[in-house]
Nanobody
Framework: QVQLVESGGGLVQPGGSLTLSCVASGSIDRFNAMEWYRQAPGKEREWVATLFRYGRIDYADSVKGRFAASRDSAKNTVYLQMSNLKPEDTARYYC??????????WGQGTQVTVSS
């Protein structure tokens, strides 16, 4: 199972920016796609973005135009650049291979709090 370590979260004011990183224990190119998710307290995990191995990137409507995902295969890392952050973006953010389920290995995530 892939091991994942997310980082880069923090406290930011509305309208601010953050860049998250997710380092995998091995090549991310062995997977068809990597994904970003988030989970707010009391809510179910929400899909944020999918980065396909061949280049296409899909975003949830709630983050489209504000978030930009990218990948660096040489570093086994995926990124999530977040701008114009809103309070409703507050959540713990996770990455994983596309299709990962509750019984797959998940990282600790990184907390993003958007508040004035």
């Amino acid at each position: 199972q892939v091991q994942l370590v997310e980082s880069g979260g923090g406290l930011v004011q509305p309208g601010g920016s953050l860049t998250l990183s997710c380092v995998a224990s091995g090549s991310i190119d062995r997977f068809n796609a990597m994904e970003w998710y988030r989970q707010a307290p009391g809510k179910e995990r929400e899909w944020v973005a999918t980065l396909f191995r061949y280049g296409r990137i899909d975003y949830a409507d709630s983050v489209k135009g504000r978030f930009a995902a990218s990948r660096d295969s040489a570093k086994n890392t995926v990124y999530l650049q977040m701008s114009n952050l809103k309070p409703e973006d507050t959540a713990r953010y996770y990455c994983n291979r596309a299709g990962a389920g509750p019984y797959d290995s998940w990282g600790q995530g990184t907390q993003v709090t958007v508040s004035s």
